[in-house]
């Protein structure tokens, strides 16, 4: 099973955590760095997962978070586009900002005007507008 958009093969992705793991060891200690932490739980989570995914045990809907956790750490690898160790091919996609906003599974709910339960403000068309 593929990832859906986007995303490295399964080879590259144990070659990024193994990268990120070697830079955030490089790092001088800091007890409160939310990055490191923040980075350490997501390579924790997307190793884990990944294990799953070349067995086919992953749905839809959870190569979609593990696609997404992935985009993130190619974010934070980008950090280190310098080091000899860096592979071009891990720097995140550019996406054009339209592209962001029309597609994906938030597009309807968006187009609704609800999010999760919660009223989202639509801005007034050209007809609903006070005249001047």
Same mark, same amino acid.
């Given at each position: 099973?593929a990832?859906v #958009?986007r995303?490295l093969?399964?080879?590259?992705?144990?070659?990024?955590?193994?990268?990120l793991a070697?830079?955030i060891? *490089?790092?001088?200690?800091? %007890? *409160?760095e939310p990055l490191i932490?923040?980075?350490?739980? %997501?390579?924790?989570v997307?190793g884990a997962?990944?294990r799953?995914?070349?067995?086919? *045990?992953?749905?839809?809907r959870?190569a979609?978070?593990?696609?997404?956790?992935g985009?993130?750490l190619?974010h934070?690898?980008?950090?280190?586009?310098?080091h000899?160790?860096f592979?071009e091919h891990w720097?995140?996609?550019r996406?054009?900002?339209?592209e962001l906003?029309e597609?994906?599974?938030?597009a %309807?709910?968006r187009?609704?005007?609800?999010?999760?339960? #919660?009223?989202?403000p639509q801005?007034?068309?050209?007809g609903d507008r006070?005249?001047?």
């Amino acid at each position: 099973m593929a990832l859906v #958009t986007r995303s490295l093969p399964a080879a590259d992705c144990r070659a990024l955590l193994a990268f990120l793991a070697d830079r955030i060891a *490089e790092l001088p200690p800091a %007890q *409160e760095e939310p990055l490191i932490a923040g980075v350490n739980a %997501q390579l924790g989570v997307y190793g884990a997962l990944l294990r799953h995914l070349s067995h086919g *045990e992953v749905g839809a809907r959870d190569a979609g978070f593990l696609d997404g956790i992935g985009l993130a750490l190619r974010h934070v690898a980008v950090r280190w586009n310098g080091h000899p160790d860096f592979k071009e091919h891990w720097s995140p996609p550019r996406v054009p900002v339209e592209e962001l906003l029309e597609h994906g599974d938030g597009a %309807q709910h968006r187009a609704s005007g609800r999010i999760s339960g #919660t009223s989202v403000p639509q801005r007034p068309s050209s007809g609903d507008r006070p005249g001047p």
